[in-house]
């Protein structure tokens, strides 16, 4: 079996990546509310490496790092609490 890689080339006819690229792909974006506790499991997408970005959707009231939440990745479980402030999480798989 033969496996034929696709170009993506740039504007300059440069080579901006290929198929045979390993990528990041988006699985979800949620909105989180301050101080909440959210929990979500990928199960359609077995045996794949997860990330998760946190995004604040409002300018920290405060000097110190408590509107940050914590996020936590487990095999393909995303866990994401605590923080005072409203915030998106960005899920990518590869």
């Known amino acids: 079996v033969q496996t034929?890689?696709?170009p993506i080339y740039g504007p300059n006819r440069?080579?901006?990546m290929d198929s045979s690229l390993v990528t990041w792909n988006l699985v979800g974006s949620y909105e989180i509310p301050a101080g909440a506790n959210v929990s979500?499991?990928?199960t359609e997408l077995p045996d794949r490496q997860f990330?998760?970005?946190q995004i604040p959707l409002e300018v920290p009231k405060v000097q110190d790092y408590t509107y940050e939440k914590n996020v936590s990745i487990s095999a393909n479980t995303v866990s994401v609490s605590g923080g005072n402030q409203k915030a998106a999480v960005v899920v990518l798989c590869r």
């Open 4 to 6: 034929c890689a696709l």
């Open 14 to 16: 440069e080579l901006w």
């Open 40 to 42: 979500g499991t990928v």
């Open 51 to 53: 990330i998760a970005v």
